[in-house]
T-cell receptor
Framework: DTEVTQTPKHLVMGMTNKKSLKCEQHMGHRAMYWYKQKAKKPPELMFV???????INESVPSRFSPECPNSSLLNLHLHALQPEDSALYLCASSPRQNSLLNTEAFFGQGTRLTVV | KNEVEQSPQNLTAQEGEFITINCSYSVGISALHWLQQHPGGGIVSLFMLSSGKKKHGRLIATINIQEKHSSLHITASHPRDSAVYICAVENTDKLIFGTGTRLQVFP
């Protein structure tokens, strides 16, 4: 299994809702990433988990809360989002965070989030 | 100025044409990735390079570390190659993305 699976594929939520995005991989990768991508822009890194510990938080607002319950799962909890948070949220994994040389990053299909 | 620059930003081609997409970067890197993103959003990793050249089917990627430049070539292009191609470099423990090249191949 060489896939990163993200659910849901699409999500529409109100500004007062609480929702979660899920990401799963079974490749034994120990680094997992959340990216945010606005239309026609490159992905922007949000969070990195390495060995299930948060290692990078790119000054992301607290209305985004990541969680890594185990080495295969990565969640992104959403609360009190703003319309400008509407974007494609991509999850990725790699064998390890540092020394990425000669390894590939695997990306999920993304969750297209619309905040209304 | 972006740390990773791609050219061209947009590219149209007729089916069968040879295509080249360029990537220049200004930071030290440990590796460079070429990624493909289709309109649905999913990103596929095409190549990971640290030196030289790699080939996979109709795709060829080269990198010149001294010149801080990489190219992605597509031979015998096909409409299904239509996508956004993104160059991303590994710098310390992050990927820095280029702005992408939007390719459309017409039959």
């Amino acid at each position: 299994d060489t896939e990163v699976t993200q659910t849901p594929k699409h999500l529409v939520m109100g500004m007062t809702n609480k929702k979660s995005l899920k990401c799963e991989q079974h490749m034994g990768h120990r680094a997992m990433y959340w990216y945010k991508q606005k239309a026609k822009k490159p992905p922007e890194l949000m969070f990195v988990y390495s060995y299930e510990k948060l290692s990078i938080n790119e000054s992301v607002p607290s209305r985004f809360s990541p969680e890594c319950p185990n080495s295969s799962l990565l969640n992104l909890h959403l609360h009190a989002l703003q319309p400008e948070d509407s974007a494609l949220y991509l999850c990725a994994s790699s064998p390890r965070q540092n020394s990425l040389l000669n390894t590939e990053a695997f990306f999920g299909q993304g969750t297209r989030l619309t905040v209304v | 100025k972006n740390e990773v620059e791609q050219s061209p930003q947009n590219l149209t081609a007729q089916e069968g044409e040879f295509i080249t997409i360029n990537c220049s970067y200004s930071v030290g890197i440990s590796a460079l990735h070429w990624l493909q993103q289709h309109p649905g959003g999913g990103i596929v990793s095409l190549f990971m390079l640290s030196s030289g050249k790699k080939k996979h089917g109709r795709l060829i990627a080269t990198i010149n570390i001294q010149e801080k430049h990489s190219s992605l070539h597509i031979t015998a292009s096909h409409p299904r190659d239509s996508a956004v191609y993104i160059c991303a470099v590994e710098n310390t423990d992050k990927l820095i993305f280029g702005t992408g090249t939007r390719l459309q191949v017409f039959p």
